[in-house]
């Protein structure tokens, strides 16, 4: 499976971006995905996940209620809608893949079998 994302870049705090992740390959199981991103001199932190229904969905406490995960298995993407972002935002952003059972939700970083390259959002003050 190889991922690539797309939709960083230079946004205003406050404002918002919309990251997406499409996947290519064996997508034919089903897998969970998720989120991660990595400042400078920081770990790399999980930001948010989703089964691959869909119906579970994890955020990190630190963009609760102002980031969304979403996915459309057709299409075999999955975005991540940013909102209110603030500097603190700024960072790479990974997305991951992992084949797993339809239901399960994965939020360990290490769990994750496939990541795509990071894209770069930056918040200015």
């Known amino acids: 499976v190889q991922l690539q994302a797309s939709g960083g870049g230079l946004v205003q705090a406050g404002g918002s971006l919309r990251l997406s992740c499409a996947a290519s390959g064996r997508t034919s199981a089903s897998y969970a995905r998720g989120w991660f991103r990595q400042a400078p001199g920081k770990e790399r932190e999980i930001v948010a996940a989703?089964?691959?229904?869909?119906?579970?969905?994890y955020y990190a406490d630190s963009v609760k209620g102002r980031f969304t995960i979403s996915r459309d298995n057709a299409k075999n993407t999955v975005d991540l809608q940013m909102n209110s972002l603030k500097p603190e935002d700024t960072a790479f952003y990974y997305c991951?893949?992992?084949?797993?059972?339809?239901?399960?939700?994965?939020?360990?970083?290490?769990?994750?079998?496939?990541w795509g390259q990071g894209t770069l959002v930056t918040v200015s003050s």
């Open positions: 989703i089964s691959w229904t869909g119906g579970s969905t």
């Open positions: 991951a893949a992992t084949q797993t059972a339809a239901w399960r939700l994965v939020v360990a970083m290490q769990d994750y079998d496939y």
